[in-house]
């Protein structure tokens, strides 16, 4: 008989409860008790939806207070120096530390970095390892929701990162291989307690296996394999993949010693015949068939088709699955009570995703009969290529540079942010009542007009010297602009974990994109007319409002890519057109929808680089294009940043030490436009010192020539107070103009 279960589950909460828990205990509103007891909830629901859909088991270890892979970092006691001092005095503050810099106890301290989960809008907290690393193994947490899971009747499958893929993600040693032999008793020695605990099986998370390995890494796999097999032999191992087509890997994670490999079907449903082969006459094949990354209900009939046969050879070593972790996936569709009944019916949720995967188990179970059906894959369209054959700016950037320098008498070491500002608790709260038809529109829009000109009032005071308007109007970078363009659909429920307490809503693209009004334009034009200053016009760029929406599954990607574009230019142009010359178009999600594959990325590049040159390509001269991006590997795509020709670029740099930095360094060639590196972190509470940010604008300043360099922030302001921001912001521009007098 085909078995289901599922790779991990979401672990906000139905209605988000994890993030208002997490945030009312760092407030000190409730007990760290409390808190924990939000957690278990959380888990043995989680626990109760997978047993009631018919799932043969639960998966344990998939939550996490902040992010899985620091629960690992502190599972194998890889823990930096800095942490250890001045300490907090429970694991759960120390745990908190690590994610955002400060906790109820201990002291503030530098939060650990921060990056993208592989291609996702998910952000891990990169592992710090040092050459002396050592690996004390503390695995009490793990255990401990393995016996609340049995407690409660469940047979409890655990889910641990593999020893490859953690030492992948982790950073501050150049060979992290040399690393391995000194982990791996790590990982046999959690693999025995497991086993003792009466577990029969564990999933090991190896997603790198869908890279393009060297030689070495993919050694390694076999001699890592063969050590943790021996270490437990009694316990049955499933080698879990996701993201991306196996190739060459692929014959290579079915010979390791494991009793079981995921593939991810969705991504790589080629792969699925030869996995079959492959998984011979005693491995377990599991197959990623539900979209883990998608809210579009399955096309059941498609897989019923493709699986029968291979459901009559396997039986019970078929196990059906999502293609990933549904953390990806919005929680539950029934909570969306306003979503139109013909909408809904073409969703599935997380939960609707766990009965999807039941009733195609019983489907293949029974052998229902049904004639082959199923959608067609897209393919680019040649007309999207031939759009995008010519967006280049008239005028190079050096010719621009000239003109936008003589407009706008910037000094040196210019100072600005990356485009919002704090949402107040007033502020959410006049959009609730706004949204609930409290206010009507003249109040709501009125308030919204208090609050830029108070953004324009601080800005001016703080001496910044260019300014935004601070996006109160925005519940979301992404979502504001598709509530403005036709054809999303935007739920009530449908959130997603991004970091932390951090939860995005994503919008639906369900039919072509246009835009029926100017969306930023009279926000934009208001609030410059408060100032004499520059204010920039703030806009979505179009591969991140594509990246950060559940796309549509009929057309490929670039087309929807090259909708949004279409009408960002039109806004562009507008914007222009009343008076604002300096315009950003953020695109932070530019670096997550690159494929994993080398071999796919040309395509990938073409169409969103060109898309983004799209929407500003014949602005004038004089106008200034901004982009930013945030918390990427920007070495791997220095070419696509650069082809985006924009004139200034802002970059996370801070949370990284100013790592990232070294793609855009002059002496390698690197970014030739302007460049603004974040200075100090945004998503931790602490509050940088001038001298801090003095030095750290020296070091920039020794990579980067002065009068190519910006100053600002690492990202957005919007989740932090303005008490935090008022204080960052001054010593900041303080930071600046004592730099800029020493240059002189």
Not at 326 to 341: A, C, G, K, Y
Not at 374 to 381: F, M, P, T, V
Not at 621 to 648: K, P, R, W
């Amino acid at each position: 008989m085909v078995q289901t279960h599922i790779l991990g589950y979401p672990r906000i909460g139905a209605n988000r409860e994890l993030k208002k828990a997490q945030e009312a205990y760092w407030r000190g509103d409730i007990s760290q008790q409390h808190l924990l007891q939000v957690g278990a909830e959380i888990r043995c629901g989680n626990w109760q939806l997978q047993s009631e859909a018919g799932l043969n088991c639960v998966t344990v270890g998939d939550f996490a207070w902040y992010d899985q892979v620091l629960n690992h970092s502190l599972l194998f006691g890889v823990v930096g120096q800095r942490f250890k001092e001045r300490a907090a005095d429970n694991k759960l503050d120390q745990y908190f530390r690590l994610a955002r810099g400060r906790a109820p106890s201990g002291q503030p301290v530098a939060a650990s970095a921060m990056t993208k989960w592989f291609d996702t809008n998910y952000h891990y907290l990169v592992p710090e390892f040092s050459k002396d690393q050592a690996f004390p193994l503390d695995s009490e947490w793990l255990l401990a929701e393995v016996r609340e899971a049995q407690s409660l009747g469940y047979k409890a499958k655990p889910v641990v990162i593999g020893p490859l893929t953690y030492l992948w993600l982790g950073r501050g040693v150049d060979r992290p291989l040399e690393l391995l032999p000194k982990l791996l008793p790590c990982y046999g020695e959690l693999l025995s307690q497991l086993a003792g605990l009466g577990v029969d099986w564990v999933q090991l998370d190896e997603p790198i296996l869908g890279l393009d390995l060297s030689g070495e890494w993919r050694r390694a796999f076999d001699s890592a394999y063969q050590q943790i097999a021996a270490a437990a032999p009694e316990l049955n191992t499933l080698l879990a993949t996701y993201f991306s087509p196996l190739r060459e890997n692929l014959e290579l994670a079915f010979s390791l010693p494991v009793s079981g490999v995921h593939i991810d079907c969705v991504r790589a449903p080629e792969e699925l015949e030869a996995a079959a082969q492959l998984a011979g006459e005693n491995k377990v094949l599991s197959a990623g068939v539900i979209n883990g990354r998608n809210v579009w209900r399955a096309d059941l009939d498609r897989w019923q088709v493709t699986l029968q046969p291979l459901a009559k050879r396997l039986r019970q070593r078929l196990w059906l699955s999502a293609s990933c972790s549904l953390l990806h996936s919005p929680v539950d569709l029934e909570t969306e009570v306003e979503l139109p009944s013909e909408q809904k019916q073409r969703l599935a949720y997380s939960r609707q995703k766990l009965r999807e995967l039941a009733q195609l188990q019983q489907r293949l179970n029974t052998d229902m009969q049904i004639s082959a059906a199923g959608r067609e894959s897209c393919e680019i369209g040649g007309s999207i290529a031939d759009q995008l054959q010519d967006t280049w700016r008239q005028q190079r950037f050096r010719d621009r540079a000239l003109v936008q320098a003589e407009r706008w008498q910037l000094p040196l070491l210019p100072t600005t942010t990356i485009g919002s500002f704090p949402q107040t608790d007033l502020l959410r709260s006049v959009r609730r009542q706004y949204r609930s038809s409290e206010i009507s529109a003249v109040d709501y829009l009125a308030h919204l007009r208090a609050e830029i000109a108070e953004a324009i009032r601080r800005q001016e005071i703080l001496g910044l010297d260019v300014l935004v308007h601070g996006e109160a109007e925005r519940n979301d970078m992404v979502e504001y602009f598709g509530e403005q363009l036709d054809g999303f659909v935007h739920t009530g429920n449908g959130w997603v974990q991004s970091y932390g307490s951090r939860c995005v809503k994503p919008p639906i693209i369900f039919a072509d994109i246009s835009r029926p009004n100017a969306m930023t334009v009279e926000w934009s034009r208001y609030a410059q007319s408060l100032t004499c200053k520059p204010v920039k016009g703030m806009l979505t760029g179009p591969v991140t409002i594509l990246n950060w929406s559940f796309p549509r599954e009929d057309i490929h990607r670039s087309e929807s890519c090259l909708q949004i574009a279409k009408a960002l230019r039109e806004e562009v142009l507008d914007l222009e057109a009343a008076g604002i010359g300096i315009i950003q178009i953020d695109e932070p999600a530019l670096r997550e929808g690159v494929p994993l594959r080398e071999s796919e990325r040309g395509d990938y590049f073409a169409w969103a680089v060109g898309c983004f040159r799209y929407t500003c390509s014949t602005v004038k001269a004089e106008t200034q294009i901004h982009t930013h991006m945030c918390y990427s590997n920007f070495n791997a795509i220095m070419d696509a940043i650069v082809s985006l020709d924009a004139d200034v670029i802002t970059i996370e740099s801070a949370r990284s030490d100013l790592r990232l930095l070294s793609a855009f360094a002059d002496k390698s060639g690197g970014y030739p436009n302007e460049i603004g590196p974040g200075v100090y972190d945004i998503h931790s509470p602490n509050v940088p010192e001038k001298g801090e940010l003095v030095a750290r604008l020296k070091k920039i300043a020794e990579v980067v020539p002065v009068e190519r360099l910006w100053v600002n922030p690492d990202c957005g302001l919007k989740t932090r107070s303005w008490a935090e921001v008022g204080s960052s912001l001054l010593n900041m521009v303080e930071a600046a103009r004592t730099v800029r007098t020493e240059l002189r």
